[in-house]
């Protein structure tokens, strides 16, 4: 990790920084050195047109997952390839839940693994995310 920030430290400062996250209204349940856990409830307003919660919520949340899993060492990454497979649909009030895993810690690339589930505990969701590191801070 750079300048002694721990995994709190940097997801604290990115999440106070990150309006989209904050919109969908994301919690931050655990984070540790490549590994974060989060969630939100799903709302009305992020319905699509066939009744069912937009791709892009489920896809949103695994994102940020990934972004608070491999940027938490203080290492500016960015997202080079991700992917999401839906499991089961979404719908309003449900709690997701994104758990993201690091499979991969390089020193230019890592390789994260993010399951998204429900409050009764179904995967809806699954996301894999390959970041590259730039090797600047995010927190000076």
Request: charge should be neutral; proline fraction near 1%; hydrophobic fraction near 40%.
């Amino acid at each position: 990790m750079n300048n002694n920030q721990t995994p709190a430290d940097v997801v604290s400062h990115m999440i106070q920084h990150d309006l989209f996250s904050q919109w969908l209204g994301i919690e931050v349940i655990e984070i540790r050195e490549g590994y974060s856990k989060i969630n939100m409830t799903v709302r009305k307003e992020m319905m699509n047109g066939l009744g069912i919660v937009h791709g892009g919520i489920a896809f949103s949340l695994a994102d940020s997952a990934f972004a608070f899993a491999c940027n938490n060492r203080n290492n500016l990454s960015v997202a080079l390839d991700t992917s999401i497979n839906f499991l089961k649909p979404v719908h309003v009030n449900d709690l997701l839940t994104a758990e993201a895993k690091e499979l991969h810690n390089g020193r230019s690339t890592g390789l994260y693994h993010i399951q998204i589930s429900n409050q009764n505990n179904h995967l809806v969701a699954q996301f894999k995310g390959t970041c590259y590191r730039t090797g600047k801070s995010i927190i000076s």
